[in-house]
């Protein structure tokens, strides 16, 4: 965003807050509700567009987000794309061997997870202390 465009975007939000206090005096609001509801509404549209954004970022849907998963996904192809044929295949076969190897890395893992450990045993008294006057 440009700063002409933050520029704009104030002078406009603050035209709104007027614009909005003329609506409230012509409804029949006094000059003290009117500005109330007008900043209320103001400040309510704030935090929605604040909302907004906090989603887009938890999501991770933002511009720049969005730019950089474009950047890899361009540079991934583009390097796919100068490997020769063995390179690609040689990629392929290592691709597969590491998907193997995570399967079998994983399964045992699973069924050790679901087998609790023995508690460690605990002793009923504590060790005896040596005597130092030897």
């Known amino acids: 965003?440009?700063?002409?465009?933050?520029?704009?975007?104030?002078?406009?939000?603050?035209?709104?807050?007027?614009?909005?206090?003329?609506?409230?005096?012509?409804?029949?609001?006094?000059?003290?509700?009117?500005?109330?509801?007008?900043?209320?509404?103001?400040?309510?549209?704030?935090?929605?567009?604040?909302?907004?954004?906090?989603?887009?970022?938890?999501?991770?849907?933002?511009?720049?987000?969005?730019?950089?998963?474009n950047y890899e996904q361009a540079a991934l192809q583009r390097h796919l794309e100068s490997l020769s044929p063995e390179e690609l295949s040689k990629l392929q076969a290592e691709v597969d061997r590491e998907k193997a190897q995570a399967k079998i890395e994983t399964a045992p893992a699973a069924a050790s997870d679901s087998t609790p450990d023995p508690a460690p045993s605990i002793p009923d008294s504590a060790p005896p202390v040596p005597d130092s006057k030897a």
């Open 1 to 69: 965003m440009r700063r002409i465009d933050a520029i704009g975007i104030g002078l406009g939000l603050l035209l709104g807050g007027g614009v909005l206090y003329l609506v409230f005096q012509q409804l029949g609001y006094d000059s003290i509700n009117a500005g109330l509801w007008s900043q209320g509404l103001l400040v309510v549209g704030l935090l929605g567009w604040v909302g907004t954004y906090l989603f887009r970022v938890a999501t991770q849907t933002m511009t720049y987000s969005q730019q950089w998963r």
